[in-house]
């Protein structure tokens, strides 16, 4: 069994959060580290949890009434349309999830891989000139 890698900082940012928001920041990490043995953790933007495995995956930024899971890859295939914030977006879409919402664990964990596998083809940029 792989070590997953994760920053004790970015456990610090989830507590932080509300109980309802804690708990959807702690199931979006345990879903992005279950896509890739490999995912990594870090801080950016001075507090902002972000996952990586050769090239940004996802962030975490808790708000005032849900959590934003932003997706760095905007050519990552969403069949379920989990992916509700940023459509068109050049870089990063979103998924927000507020209180009482219920993940789709299955469609954001195949989200991940995609991501992760393009990141790993050289990123969405390089993937995307080849489409």
Known sequence: MSTVHTDPRIDQYIHTLPDWQQD???KVRELVHAADPEVTETIKRSKQPYFILKGN????LGTKDHVNVFIYD???PDPEGIINQGHGNVTAQAIQIY???TIN???LLNLFKAVIANNRA???RKVGENL
Do not use: N, S, V
Request: charged letters at 20%; aromatic letters at 6%; glycine letters at 16%.
């Open 24 to 26: 959807i920041c702690r």
């Open 57 to 60: 995956i996802c962030a975490l």
């Open 74 to 76: 905007p050519i990552a």
């Open 99 to 101: 209180q009482g919402d």
């Open 105 to 107: 664990e299955r469609a």
């Open 122 to 124: 050289g990123g969405w």
